[in-house]
């Protein structure tokens, strides 16, 4: 156990290190070698390592009884895997079989792929795929929100006072912020800075379409 909480970020790395190699051997021994059932066993590999990642985080957790920015990063990257990770997923397929398939001299993508490439080639459906993508932004981001709340705060009334006068943003004393401690405060000024780069770039897409945009 305490092997676990002292390296935990050597563990999580190496998580990742082997969940990005089953990844790459899937995309080989599908397209390359042509071992379908072989290849569908490193992709279970990189969704067990999964599981495991967010086991990590909840062990750390409950063996410390606090959030820290460990947990976080953990949560952040399995939100990331089960939600726009799983579209990325579909890109890389579909790169590697065009890649792949040209190295080959055979063709690997089907009518469906090349319709969704010709597609993602496509302004209207790219300032769509945008928009929806920074409206789950904004719903993750004030999930989280919430529960850092919930856990910093003892009640919901304490909320108001801080959403009137937001002048504790950027503030360096944590008892001015509404957050219990500095991994909360740090990470929530961090990814709100992101979340609202991210938005205006979402939505640039919206309103100003570019023509020469794809996978």
Request: net charge positive; with cysteine.
């Amino acid at each position: 156990m305490d092997f676990i909480l002292r390296y935990q970020w050597e563990i999580f790395i190496l998580a990742e290190v082997l969940s990005l190699i089953f990844i790459l051997l899937f995309g080989v021994t599908r397209y390359v070698a042509n071992k379908r059932k072989l290849s569908l066993g490193f992709l279970l590999l990189f969704i067990v390592l999964l599981f495991l990642e967010a086991a990590l985080a909840l062990f750390v957790y409950k063996e410390t009884g606090e959030i820290s920015t460990f947990q976080i990063v953990i949560t952040i990257f399995v939100i990331y895997a089960c939600t726009f990770g799983i579209s990325d997923f579909k890109k890389l397929d579909r790169w590697m079989r065009l890649k792949i398939g040209s190295w080959r001299g055979t063709e690997l993508l089907t009518e469906k792929d090349k319709y969704v490439m010709q597609k993602q080639k496509d302004p209207k459906y790219i300032a769509k795929k945008y928009r929806i993508s920074s409206i789950i932004h904004l719903l993750v981001f004030i999930i989280v929100q919430l529960i850092f709340l919930n856990y910093s705060l003892d009640n919901w009334n304490q909320v108001l006072p801080y959403l009137q006068d937001l002048s504790w943003i950027g503030t360096e004393i944590i008892g001015e912020t509404p957050y219990a401690n500095e991994t909360l405060y740090g990470i929530s000024m961090v990814w709100g800075l992101v979340f609202i780069i991210d938005f205006i770039y979402s939505w640039s897409y919206t309103i100003f379409p570019s023509k020469q945009r794809g996978e």
